[in-house]
């Protein structure tokens, strides 16, 4: 099967794929894509670190020139090496703070319609609060020794990606054998 795009068939398909060839699925770490949450519900799920600050530095740009914006990154900067309990707490502590100025509107005077004007902070923080179930589940669960992080597959998936750029002139469909043989000869315990 050729995944082009990630939709909830398809990781339902993966699952079933996984389970039938007798693998036990302990837990989910995840980019960010919300499909995955409605078919692996019954398991922890962890969001990947690297892929918040990413989701957050797209939102706010590396360098944010509103105070608010410096604050949020700066509080997304530690959370690796935050307790979930306390990270919380800050982050609610910035959203009181910021809260009327996240709730700023802009009326275009040729329409006259509305639109929030800091849309780029508010979408950085409503990523954040709606991933935060999601952010320390790896805490919760140490006894499934869950990273925190995909980069160990992202990993394996540049290194694939890679022989398939070298070998650009194959046919999909033998691309598409070289990287079955690969994986079913990796060790299991990636």
């Known amino acids: 099967m050729k995944i082009t795009t990630e939709t909830i068939a398809e990781y339902q398909y993966a ?8 693998f036990t699925l302990r837990a989910i770490v995840a980019d960010g ?11 922890p799920i962890q969001m990947c670190h690297f892929h918040q600050k990413a989701i957050i530095t797209k939102h706010l740009t590396r360098r944010p020139k509103l105070q608010a914006g410096k604050e949020l990154k700066e509080l997304v900067k ?3 090496n935050s307790e979930e309990q306390e990270f919380t707490q800050a982050l609610l502590r910035w959203h009181l703070k910021w809260q009327d100025f996240l709730k700023e509107r802009t009326v275009d005077v040729e329409t006259g319609h509305w639109y929030y004007t800091h849309k780029r902070l508010r979408s950085a923080y409503r990523s954040l609060k709606n991933n935060l179930p999601y952010l320390f589940t790896y805490k919760r669960h ?3 020794d869950i ?3 995909t980069n160990s597959l992202d990993g394996m998936f540049a290194h694939l990606k890679e022989l398939l750029r070298i070998h650009r002139g194959l046919k999909p469909d033998l691309k ?8 079913q000869n990796r060790p299991t315990n990636l």
């Open 15 to 22: 699952r079933d794929t996984l389970e039938a060839q007798g």
């Open 33 to 43: 894509k919300p499909g995955i949450r409605g078919v692996f519900s019954d398991l």
């Open 78 to 80: 530690h959370l690796c």
């Open 142 to 144: 140490p006894e499934l």
């Open 147 to 149: 990273p925190n992080t």
């Open 176 to 183: 598409y054998k070289i990287v079955r043989a690969i994986l």
